[in-house]
């Protein structure tokens, strides 16, 4: 075994992270489509990493909509990761390890309200020994702090990590402290490569 430890992004590896698709459930007309996309998501950063309130962003967002999306926003902001739907090769992929003896660690740029609920609609997320939001931190990838982070709060050696994310960033700032690491696609076969599974 090269690796203990897999860390695993959430968004686009646990989970199909799209913006669109998500947002299409809510709206079906492309203007007003375009006036919650610009309104909702200019600031989806920043909820990530947890340098504004998600609350108080959702309320200042509704307030300078026209009237006729504000229920629209609220159902939003409410529910909008019921349609961040599970990634079940990678999902399998866990299991996997599992059995195979290897511990699984999330380390995801997420905000508080999906931090909140996450566990409760993503099961596997209970098989995780452990799991780092960056909202709650106020940190998020690439900064190195999180990592430092999730290697201290776990006793973790970078050295016997494994990372997947689907951005290039992110797995570069994880090698710069010692942690390999996959741009990640999707490709079970080539992840097990990498880590020799």
């Given amino acids: ?28 007309n492309k203007k007003d489509f375009q006036i919650l996309s610009d309104a909702i998501f200019h ?13 108080q962003v ?7 909509l026209p009237a006729r999306l504000k229920t629209t926003a609220r159902n939003f902001y409410d529910n909008w990761f019921q349609y961040v739907n599970p990634l079940s090769d990678t999902w399998d992929f866990i299991h996997e390890l599992k059995v195979a003896g290897y511990s699984i660690y999330l380390l995801s740029n997420a905000s508080t309200r999906f931090a909140e609920v996450a566990k409760q609609y993503y099961s596997i997320l209970n098989e995780f020994d452990g799991i780092v939001f960056s909202a709650p931190l106020k940190l998020a990838k690439p900064d190195p702090a999180i990592y430092r982070y999730l290697f ?10 494994f990372f997947l994310d689907d951005l290039a960033e992110n797995i570069a700032a994880g090698q710069a402290l010692g942690m390999n690491g996959i741009i990640f696609t999707g490709d079970i076969p080539a992840v097990k490569k990498a880590i020799g599974f």
Wanted: with cysteine; hydrophobic share 40%; glycine share 6%.
């Fill in 43 to 55: 600031n989806w950063p920043a909820l990530d990493a947890g340098t504004v309130d998600y609350d």
């Fill in 152 to 161: 201290d709060t776990y006793q973790l050696k970078p050295e016997e990590c």
């Fill in 58 to 64: 959702a309320e200042e967002t509704i307030a300078i």
């Fill in 1 to 28: 075994m090269n690796y203990k430890n897999i860390i695993f992004d959430f968004g686009n590896v646990v989970g199909s992270f799209d913006a669109d698709y998500i947002l299409n459930h809510y709206v079906d």
